[in-house]
């Protein structure tokens, strides 16, 4: 069943719910909603800095279970019935984020933020060597559809920590707003958190102030606001939002001869939840170690279990960072 099909069954039920005064299932939602707001988000960034800001004031869920592919995800019925019935509906933006758009056109009530209006965006980057995949060319052919001057965006803004705090900063304000019982909280969680990650980006600035050589990643690349905000040079395999597809000779042959030369990180860099297959191959030619990089899209079902944050994800990278990079 296609997303639209999907979105208007689901509001039919949910009318005819209304009318006839019952839910699915037997709460007050009256009764449950006085107690805590109900927050809803997409991905993990919008879930993290969404239970940061509101604390004890609200119920915050995320969408996309841990683990899970991000970039294929579609909603189910249970989610559009939630997002229809929230408080406040967090999320992103971006090509991965299109389904939003038809929820959002059958729910036009439901007050929503978007993380990527809180920032300045960066055009998407195809480097050097770096392999299209089936996804780019498809990408390609719908822009070719779309108007000439409608720029595509690279969507993970979250990346850089000073748009993270940027994020943090106007949804907190955005917050505020909504629901003005709970401004003094909201206020004073958003302040902390905001803060904590400014302190992971003044660390991050000494660490890689004048830092010239390049990373390699044997990997998507979805770190560009993070590689620009700190002045950075990277070569990478594939795009962020690419499909992970078996690597060209042409592009396993580009990146060994970069990690060969002396102006080149001595590590091969992976994200978190990659295949690998590329990096171990790079890292096993090369004898250099491979080291993950967090970009905090998505996360495991372990560090989610364990409570991990977006500061102490960024925490982890900065460790990894210090050791490759200073010994």
């Known amino acids: 069943?296609?997303?639209k099909r999907i979105i208007a069954a689901v509001t039919a039920i949910a009318l005819g719910s209304a009318l006839c005064g019952c839910s699915g299932d037997n709460t007050d939602k009256s009764e449950s909603k006085a107690d805590k707001l109900l927050i809803m988000t997409t991905i993990f960034p919008a879930y993290d800095f969404a239970r940061q800001v509101f604390g004890d004031t609200a119920e915050?869920?995320?969408?996309?279970?841990?683990?899970q592919e991000s970039h294929s995800y579609d909603p189910s019925a249970?989610?559009?019935v939630e997002i229809n019935g929230c408080d406040l509906f967090v999320y992103n933006g971006?090509?991965?984020?299109?389904?939003?758009?038809?929820?959002?056109?059958?729910?036009?009530d439901v007050e929503t933020f978007r993380m990527t209006d809180a920032v300045s965006l960066l055009d998407e980057e195809i480097?050097?060597?770096?392999?299209?995949?089936?996804?780019?060319?498809?990408?390609?052919?719908?822009?070719?559809?779309?108007?000439?001057?409608?720029?595509e965006y690279d969507e993970h803004?979250?990346?850089?920590?000073?748009?993270?705090?940027?994020?943090?900063?106007?949804?907190g304000k955005r917050a505020g707003e909504l629901f003005p019982e709970n401004a003094g909280e909201i206020s004073a969680n958003t302040e902390n958190y905001a803060g904590e990650i400014d302190v992971i980006d003044s660390e991050m600035k000494r660490l890689l102030s004048g830092e010239e050589r390049y990373f390699i990643f044997g990997d998507r690349f979805p770190l560009l606001?993070?590689?620009r905000h700190y002045g950075l040079n990277y070569y990478a395999a594939f795009p962020g939002c690419g499909s992970?597809?078996?690597?060209?000779?042409?592009?396993?042959?580009?990146?060994?001869?970069?990690?060969?030369?002396?102006?080149?990180?001595?590590?091969?860099?992976?994200i978190e939840l990659s295949g690998r297959k590329l990096a171990d191959v790079l890292a096993e030619d090369t004898g250099l170690e491979v080291v993950e990089f967090h970009s905090c899209h998505n996360i495991s079902a372990e560090d989610f279990a364990a409570g991990e944050t977006y500061v102490s994800l960024m925490q982890r990278n900065r460790q990894s960072l210090e050791k490759v990079l200073v010994g």
């Open 1 to 3: 069943m296609t997303i």
């Open 244 to 270: 992970e597809t078996e690597p060209s000779a042409q592009t396993m042959a580009f990146l060994l001869d970069k990690l060969g030369q002396p102006d080149a990180v001595k590590a091969v860099f992976c």
């Open 127 to 151: 480097a050097e060597g770096m392999q299209e995949t089936d996804h780019d060319h498809e990408h390609e052919e719908n822009h070719d559809h779309e108007d000439e001057h409608d720029e």
């Open 78 to 80: 249970k989610d559009i």
């Open 225 to 227: 606001y993070f590689f």
């Open 94 to 108: 971006g090509e991965s984020d299109q389904w939003v758009e038809s929820v959002l056109q059958a729910a036009p």
């Open 157 to 171: 803004v979250w990346t850089s920590p000073d748009n993270a705090a940027a994020i943090v900063r106007a949804l």
């Open 60 to 67: 915050v869920k995320m969408l996309l279970k841990p683990g």
